[in-house]
């Protein structure tokens, strides 16, 4: 167990829906990053948040924002949802003193 | 732009025999990071180690080995004596060390290679 938690741990919705993940980094991580595994594209990152700010931004959609709150609580919204965003989505946090990574088991969004 | 390569997709070993992960970057950094990480059957990406472009010193940790060559741009991974718990897709990463203390921002995933460890 890393200690970051993510739900929903599973969601099927339709194209043109929006969704809500969530992700609560381990006790005292205050930063937060997304990336997006899928078949088509691998690996990639979307965006990270320090302290409830913006600190880096990879690869992500217009249709996608993220957010990180005041408790270090961190969500991705998924907008407009095509077939192609159906992917497993990861949370991680950073440890502050080593930088290792934690990242949470997953969010598996399934758009049909 | 960086790239990270994992030629090797899929890889079976029956258990107790050596394995050798390949992974091969490009990057017009000079200073950067390099990453493994494990994804067991459960799903979650599991840290196995950091290194950084200035450090070309091999490290061993348990039945875990990684060999750095800066000349041919290849950070390769060594499990000696494999076991059914290796099993997983193992990741080498990228990521560029300018502006950041652990290279954790963007980090550049390779296709990952797939590892079956046979009892």
């Known amino acids: 167990d890393s200690g970051v938690t993510q739900t929903p741990k599973h969601l099927i919705t339709a194209t043109g829906q929006r969704v809500t993940l969530r992700c609560s980094p381990r006790s005292g991580d205050l930063s937060v990053y997304w990336y997006q595994q899928s078949l088509d594209q691998g690996l990639q990152f979307l965006i990270q948040y320090y302290n409830g700010e913006e600190r880096a931004k990879g690869n992500i959609l217009e249709r996608f924002s993220a957010q990180q709150f005041p408790d270090l609580h961190s969500e991705l919204n998924l907008s407009s949802l095509e077939l192609g965003d159906s992917a497993l989505y990861f949370c991680?946090?950073?440890?502050?003193?080593?930088?290792?990574?934690?990242f949470g088991e997953g969010s598996r969004l399934t758009v049909l | 732009a960086q790239k990270v390569t994992q030629a090797q997709t899929e890889i079976s070993v029956v258990e107790k025999e050596d394995v050798t992960l390949d992974c091969v970057y490009e990057?017009?950094?000079?200073?950067?990071?390099l990453f493994w990480y494990k994804q067991p059957p459960s799903g979650e990406l599991v840290f196995l180690i950091r290194r950084n472009s200035f450090d070309e010193q091999n490290e061993i940790s348990g039945r875990y080995s990684w060999n750095f060559q800066k000349s041919t741009s290849s950070f390769n991974f060594t499990i000696t004596a494999s076991q059914v718990v290796d099993s997983a897709v193992y990741f080498c990463?990228?990521?560029?060390?300018?502006?950041?203390?652990?290279?954790?921002?963007?980090?550049?995933f390779g296709t990952g290679t797939r590892l079956t460890i046979i009892p």
């Open positions: 990463a990228l990521s560029e060390a300018v502006g950041s203390n652990f290279g954790n921002e963007k980090l550049t």
């Open positions: 990057t017009r950094d000079t200073t950067y990071y």
């Open positions: 991680a946090s950073s440890e502050l003193n080593t930088g290792e990574l934690f």
